[in-house]
């Protein structure tokens, strides 16, 4: 199913006038309800308000076919795709033309064509975690080469900027993913070393997190995530995106690879929200003024 986001007229014009002709540029987007649909327009508002970019929004869901995106990009002469959300990259990525397409909102490395990731960029992730707990010196965690390998490798390098080691343990499979989650726990140490839990983790969330939680409270650890739900569960901090900010970011990631300014194949969201567990915090030695707190943009235990 294809529909307009809204309206008869699915183009949205740039915000503003550009001296150059703004590429055409189609806009892929699920067609989804709730709170999905907020984020996904908070994002479009992002990307629409870059004036580099004339934009025609296109809806698809799971009935849509690739025959279906093909036709609405060759009518509105396309000459730039953005796919938001796996749904809309998996029929993006099976385009039978040369259309350049980038993808945004989803996770890891599972995209073949370059990609704005969930994830936070590496470097703003170890700067918002400097700022919160200075003290730490070991940045820990369980990544698997295809899904992550990317926020590792590039954390490896910047990571002496901030003071910080990271060490990694590399699983290929679930199974290998659970023992390493336990040695890490192992080679862990109390009040200095922090825990990384990616957001596409090779071990669902669901099945190690429980344990996670558990060793790195008694050992206080800190763990910090992509996702405000461990927060609230009792990991120290989230790091996540601002989605309209979120959506500029993507625009320009994609304007770039079109004019030939980056080759960059993966890069993290880099505009960030942080979550806060004060419970977590006090019980690992971080002590957060009033003032401190007024820097997060959620906090847990929730504030009465």
């Given at each position: 199913?294809?529909?307009?986001?809204?309206?008869?007229?699915?183009?949205?014009?740039?915000?503003?006038?550009?001296?150059?002709?703004?590429?055409?540029?189609?806009l892929?987007?699920?067609?989804?309800?709730?709170?999905a649909?907020?984020?996904y327009?908070?994002?479009?508002?992002?990307?629409?308000?870059n004036?580099?970019?004339?934009i025609?929004?296109m809806?698809?869901d799971?009935a849509?076919?690739?025959?279906?995106?093909?036709?609405?990009?060759?009518?509105?002469?396309?000459?730039?795709?953005i796919?938001?959300?796996?749904?809309?990259?998996?029929?993006?990525?099976?385009?039978p033309?040369?259309?350049?397409v980038?993808a945004?909102?989803?996770?890891?490395?599972?995209?073949?064509?370059p990609?704005?990731?969930?994830?936070?960029?590496p470097?703003?992730?170890?700067?918002?975690l400097?700022?919160?707990?200075?003290?730490?010196?070991?940045?820990?965690?369980?990544?698997?080469e295809?899904?992550?390998?990317?926020w590792?490798h590039?954390?490896?390098?910047?990571?002496p900027?901030?003071g910080f080691?990271?060490?990694?343990?590399?699983?290929?499979?679930?199974?290998?993913?659970?023992?390493?989650?336990?040695?890490?726990?192992?080679?862990?140490?109390?009040?200095?070393?922090?825990i990384?839990?990616p957001?596409r983790?090779?071990?669902?969330?669901?099945?190690?997190?429980?344990?996670?939680?558990?060793?790195?409270?008694?050992?206080?650890?800190?763990?910090?995530?992509?996702?405000?739900?461990?927060?609230?569960?009792?990991?120290?901090?989230?790091?996540?995106?601002?989605?309209?900010?979120m959506?500029?970011?993507?625009?320009?990631?994609a304007?770039?690879?079109f004019?030939?300014k980056?080759?960059?194949?993966?890069?993290?969201?880099?505009?960030?929200?942080?979550?806060?567990?004060?419970?977590?915090?006090?019980?690992?030695?971080?002590?957060?003024?009033?003032?401190?707190?007024?820097?997060?943009?959620?906090?847990y235990p929730?504030q009465?």
């Open positions: 199913m294809i529909s307009a986001l809204s309206g008869a007229d699915n183009t949205i014009s740039p915000v503003e006038p550009s001296s150059n002709i703004p590429i055409k540029t189609t892929i987007m699920p067609l989804v309800t709730g709170a649909k907020n984020i327009q908070n994002v479009a508002e992002g990307i629409t308000s004036s580099d970019l004339k025609s929004i809806m698809v799971k849509s076919s690739i025959e279906m995106v093909e036709q609405h990009i060759l009518e509105n002469n396309s000459e730039l795709v796919a938001l959300g796996n749904t809309s990259y998996r029929l993006a990525a099976l385009l033309i040369d259309t350049l980038i945004g909102g989803i996770t890891g490395n599972q995209s073949l064509r990609t704005l990731s969930l994830s936070s960029d470097e703003a992730a170890l700067k918002e400097k700022r919160v707990a200075p003290h730490i010196e070991d940045v820990m965690l369980v990544y698997n295809s899904l992550n390998g990317w590792y590039k954390a490896q390098k910047i990571a900027k901030y080691n990271i060490v990694g343990y590399n699983a290929k499979d679930i199974k290998a993913g659970v023992q390493s989650y336990q040695q890490l726990l192992d080679d862990a140490t109390p009040n200095t070393s922090a990384w839990l957001l983790n090779i071990v669902p969330s669901k099945t190690i997190l429980p344990m996670l939680l558990e060793r790195a409270w008694s050992k206080k650890l800190a763990v910090f995530s992509n996702n405000p739900s461990h927060t609230k569960l009792g990991g120290l901090m989230a790091i996540y995106p601002e989605h309209q900010k959506g500029s970011q993507l625009a320009k990631f304007t770039d690879h004019q030939g980056t080759n960059d194949a993966i890069i993290g969201t880099q505009e960030l929200r942080i979550a806060i567990n004060l419970r977590t915090s006090s019980h690992i030695g971080i002590r957060l003024s009033t003032s401190d707190q007024a820097g997060f943009d959620k906090i929730t009465r």
